[in-house]
């Protein structure tokens, strides 16, 4: 099943709660060495900006212990990396650069209206003022495929790179995409069964 959810090129599987205690507001920290570009953010009082991410990883053996490989391979003791962040939950804001601009980064679940080949088509939903960018991931919800977004067309219609939409009142989700490091990642297989694997994840937003 296409997953609707990515830490980078990596699929998340199933989300089943999203917790976003902290969203990026009025400061930065600047990372040390080859990220020095970057920061994570933080408010006034030093709480960083955070989300806690549960949910299962399904297939093989195999290709379970290869995802929580690809996870474990991003995590980085020196917290001086980031990965983009794709997924419908994301409500954030975007920091262009260290004390800059901030953008809208809101993620879409919503219903076809009308269907035209390769695009997209909401009449009620608001794509550039969520800040929906070239590259997200949007998902037909029915038949489980996806495609990538390569021109934001209006608020209310996209174009995309596979005809995944060809009737209409078929539900559908968007990705919204911010930048994150991964401060924690905890697998936890559930025996006998071996296709399944629950876990949480912990990502700190960044800007730069």
């Not at 953008?103 to 929906?132: A, E, Q």
């Not at 495929?145 to 996209?158: H, K, P």
């Not at 025996?191 to 629950?198: E, Q, R, V």
């Amino acid at each position: 099943m296409a997953s609707a959810n990515w830490l980078g090129t990596i699929p998340l599987g199933t989300i089943y709660e999203w917790k976003l205690p902290k969203d990026a507001q009025l400061d930065y920290f600047s990372f040390p060495g080859k990220d020095s570009g970057a920061a994570e953010v933080y408010d006034t009082l030093g709480v960083l900006s955070s989300i806690t991410i549960k949910g299962y990883l399904m297939g093989t053996f195999k290709y379970i212990q290869g995802l929580i490989y690809d996870v474990r391979n991003i995590q980085d003791g020196n917290q001086s990396s980031y990965v983009l962040l794709k997924s419908p939950f994301v409500n954030s804001n975007f920091y262009t650069s260290s004390g800059g601009t901030k953008t809208r980064r809101i993620g879409t679940i919503g219903t076809i209206t009308s269907t035209t080949s390769n695009k997209l088509i909401d009449s009620t939903s608001t794509f550039i003022t969520n800040g929906v960018q070239i590259g997200d991931v949007v998902k037909n919800l029915i038949a489980n495929t996806t495609a990538i977004v390569v021109a934001i067309d209006s608020e209310t219609q996209l174009s995309i790179d596979t005809d995944i939409f060809t009737n209409s009142n078929v539900p559908y989700s968007c990705t919204g995409t911010i930048r994150v490091k991964v401060n924690r990642f905890e697998p936890t297989w559930t025996l006998p069964g071996l296709g399944i694997c629950g876990y949480e994840l912990e990502v700190i937003q960044v800007i730069g």
